[in-house]
Nanobody
Framework: QVQLVESGGGLVQPGGSLRLSCAAS????????MGWYRQAPGKQRELVAS???????HYADSVKGRFTISKDIAKNTVYLRMNSLKPEDTAVYYC????????????????WGQGTQVTVSS
């Protein structure tokens, strides 16, 4: 089984910064991509940023220039550095691992973390 453990959420004032971390553990052979989604109350879950094993990144238009996603392949860990935070960034942030292959298996699966709350408020 695979577990994604997130950390780094919290309360921050507008204009502030936070860094989220997500570590994937388990009998993992490879991961194609990891990313962060968020869901605000009453809204659908949306992709914030993603990064592939090759280093290609994708960002939602709303966070371009403010958020940076990075990874540590050896640790199966992904980070999201969030700068210039705005109240509209308030949401539960979920880590996602896509295209996960386990040792001894031939299928690729998708996993989610439990979510971490980010609140931007003065």
């Amino acid at each position: 089984q695979v577990q994604l453990v997130e950390s780094g959420g919290g309360l921050v004032q507008p204009g502030g910064s936070l860094r989220l971390s997500c570590a994937a553990s388990g009998n993992i052979s490879s991961i194609y991509a990891m990313g962060w989604y968020r869901q605000a109350p009453g809204k659908q879950r949306e992709l914030v940023a993603s990064i592939t094993s090759g280093g290609s990144t994708h960002y939602a238009d709303s966070v371009k220039g403010r958020f940076t996603i990075s990874k540590d392949i050896a640790k199966n860990t992904v980070y999201l550095r969030m700068n210039s935070l705005k109240p509209e960034d308030t949401a539960v942030y979920y880590c996602n691992a896509n295209g996960v292959r386990l040792y001894g298996e031939q299928v690729y699966k998708r996993y989610w973390g439990q979510g971490t709350q980010v609140t931007v408020s003065s």
